[in-house]
Structures are given as C-alpha cells and as structure tokens.
C-alpha cells in the first residue's frame, strides 16, 4: 500500500526538507509586520504567533489574512444571513487569532500527522517541544518528497 513505510516515520525524519524556519512572530506584532514575516518564505501558510516568553499562542491562516485584507468580499461570498459583520473591526493580529491550534511534535508519527491534517483540513502544522516552543513545521509536501525518496526517486537522494 502505497506510503505505508512512510506512514511509520516520525515527524523528525521528515521535516525540514521544505520549510526550514516557520513564519513565527510575538503577540502584539502588527499585521503588516506579520505579512512582511509571511512572505518571507513563500513555502509556508501559516504565521505562527508566540507570547514574550516563546511559547505558542496561536496561528494566523493565510485565509484569514485575506478575510482581513478584503472584508467585503468575504462577507459577500457569506452564504448566511447571519453573516459576521465583525470581520470589518478586526485591525490587530489579536483579532485574527487562531487560539484553538493543533500540533505535533517530533516524536509523532507521520501516519498520526496526517489524520490531523485531513480533520483540520491543513498542509502544515507547528512543530512544538515540550515547554510548548515552535522548532519547526511539517508540511505535507515533505511526506511526498519522503514517499518519493522511500521509492527510490533518483532525483531526490540528493536532497
């Protein structure tokens, strides 16, 4: 079955071969600030917020700084009638928080990584010690580039 080896690899054996530094900023950063940290490295999609102190707070989506950046439009493809007309204060990174985050840790396994990235509907997710610090992230591109590899592609040994 394919990616079942994969499927038994831990987290550590397979990030860092797309993203090597996540987008990671402390709270009270602004938005612009944020963005400018984003694109930094067009590989990621997530903006990953701390406290002082390092520890993960929460995310920013790219979908939701395109909320934020185009109100009306969002609340236009609304399909309720009761449709958040609260996207139109939000002006601060706290605003668009995302402080029900998920999230592995090296230690998980791949298989595990990727039942929660098919429930949230994700490509990437922080990687996080125990004291709850961001080290890394995991995208899904890195299991196709470790099912790849594990298939013996010649062009990807290399990497």
């Not at 963005?35 to 790219?62: A, C, F, P, Q």
């Amino acid at each position: 079955m394919p990616g079942e080896a994969i499927g038994k690899l831990t987290v550590s054996d397979i990030r860092k071969s797309v993203v090597e530094n996540p987008a990671v900023v402390t709270i009270g950063t602004s938005i612009k600030d944020a963005l400018i940290e984003l694109v930094g490295d067009h590989r990621t999609r997530h903006i990953y917020i701390t406290d002082k102190n390092g520890k993960m707070i929460g995310s920013v989506r790219v979908n939701n700084v395109i909320e934020y950046l185009f109100p009306y439009e969002t609340l236009w493809q609304s399909s309720s009638e009761y449709a958040d007309l609260g996207i139109f204060s939000k002006k601060n990174l706290e605003d668009i928080i995302n402080r029900n985050f998920v999230y592995v840790r090296d230690s998980t396994k791949v298989s595990d990584m990727i039942s929660i990235m098919l429930s949230e509907k994700i490509n990437e997710l922080p990687v996080l010690d125990l004291e709850m610090r961001i080290i890394g992230e995991v995208n899904i591109l890195e299991v196709i580039i470790a099912y790849l590899k594990d298939d013996g592609n010649k062009l990807l040994t290399n990497n």
